[in-house]
């Protein structure tokens, strides 16, 4: 990241009433704290020494006094508050609690919503800003899963697979809760898979809370969510489709792979988990949207149709 | 920035945090080092010029209140001054578990857009004091992903500045410029939308984030237009995409052990030689039959006429779909 001109200005405006709030703080804990090396910060503190009103006389410089590894600000020369929140800030903050109080399954929402209040508050900008959030979400279930990770206790889940188009009964160690793109997820063990796994909340469709305790193996940790829920896995089979008009929205849906567009008909390419869920998915996009690759799937899908069909002779 | 530089720009806060009067350009160069030169010597005197200027809109880029105006009506030169009270941040009183709650959200960012804002943010709120618990948890971790668009839109729905971007929605073939006003920025089950006035269409319109195919310009000057008193941001895009009631029911046969997807909706369950016959309903007989034609020869609708219907003519389109697709390069 490149530092912005203005970046070392703002951290040493900050750095005085943070060490003011602080008095005797080790130089090891606020380099941390503030995530800087401490000869960054040590290099810092050298630049405020010198700074303030000369000619006004000795109590005019900023002052700090050094005790070891300690250091307490004695003389602030008027910084002694940070600067107000900027507009980007304030929103980055505002939207990022709204977003909590809205999460489904939170826990103390009064909280939440009093340290909104107390931001919007100190923001002071002109007007909050303009963003709402909903996320609705089955309170109940997300509140008992809750209730579940904090005891520590393993459960049993009867989950729906849309992959296999199963519905299966495990156990699994849960690790944490998450929201992601307006969808719950249950983050946990699956004994039965010997791995972590990501469970829609949604499709969890039974459930029991074990008289053991939850005990994910010391190695297991929570996926690397930055790119997203769903990484297709490159091994997984990949399928190419033309898609009329009406389907195209499934490029919205999934991640795909390529899309190509040409005219009225797109051509996109994806990967896909399991070749059956992907004759389910065809069947259900109907005549719209055909098989280019692979041959079997087509073949299978024709078939698929016309045996449904012969139901109904 | 230079080492110099940083120390002149601390010092020049510093001053004019220190004088309620207003201090002329030629004051503040008496005061602040860094800023000695020649006033009488024209060259040095503009180079000052220029540097003060540079450091003015250094401190304004950074959000520094510098006021201007004359210490006396007998001034004829401006002056500059900040004010503490418009500088300094109020105090925050928090419990614990308000800072803690900050801290997590302020942490949501960390995959996405805003990072950078909200953790400067948070090293304010923590020199104004706030003392963070790293370890602290709410139950449920939310992850804020936001779409390229989002800064632009939410800054211009603030300063109420028209904007304009390219936008396509998958059923068309090309983008389309749009103009707006932005009223304002929704998250609505987990998908971004600005809500504002269409100007070319004079109505009131959503636009998805993830669809704005440009980067999104403002342009014209700052509140240019009001947004309705009463507005319901919400509301204007849960309209659209609100849940849809569910009050028809068909009987379906599902075969034993098959299409778990079916049966985890069914409203009641009998049992026949051929399968287990389930209830379910529906809204749309077009959509749902959509849903039932993914389970293929596993379920068969046995009523209502409408869906059955729907479904055979669909069944029977994928079936004659032609096979001369098969083989052609992907």
Redesign the interface.
Known sequence: MTVSAGDRLARLLNLVPYLLARPGIRLSEAASDLGVTEDQLRDDLELLWVCGLPGYGPGDLIDMSFDGDRVTVTYDAGIDRPLRLTPDEATALVVALRMLLETPGVSDRDTIERALAKIEQAAVVDSTPPIAVRLPGDEDRLATLRAAITRGRALRIGYYSAARDVTSDRVVDPMRLLSVSGRSYLEAWCRQAQGVRMFRVDRIDALVELDEPAAPPPGAVGADLSEGVFQPDPRSPLITLRVGRGSRWITEYYPCERVTRSGDEWLVAMRVHDMDWARRFVLGLGPDVSVVAPGELADVVRESARSALANYD | ?S?SR??R???L???L??TRRYLTAAQIAA?V?GYEHDPDDPKEHEAFQRKFERDKA?LR?????LETGTASIFDTEPGYRIA?R?????P????P???A??G???R????AG??A??S??????????LELDPDA?????????VDAAF?PL??A??LRRHVTFGYRV??E?NARTRRLQ??????????WYVVGHDIDRDAARCFRL??ITTTVRAYGPENSFT?PRDLD??DHV?RRTGPVERTSVAKV?VRHG????V??WAQSVGTAVEGDIVELRYACPESFA??L?????D??VLEPDEV?KC??A??????A???S??????
């Open positions: 920035m080492r940083t120390e720009l601390v010092n806060v510093i001053c945090l220190s005061t080092p250094e880029a950074l959000g520094v209140p503490h418009d500088y300094a941040l109020p925050i009183l928090l419990e578990s308000e800072a709650a900050i997590v959200a302020a949501l960012w960390r995959h805003m990072a804002a909200a400067s943010g948070l090293a304010k709120l923590r020199a104004g004091g948890t709410l139950g449920v971790e939310p992850v804020i992903a800064e939410t800054a729905a603030r998958p059923e073939d932005p009223w304002g920025v929704v998250c609505w089950r987990g998908k993830s669809r947004p941001l919400i849960a046969l098959r299409a778990a997807g049966r985890r959509r849903w034609v993914g389970y293929g020869a379920v068969t059955r479904v055979i669909r069944l029977e389109e994928v079936a779909g032609s096979s697709l098969v083989g052609v390069a992907a």
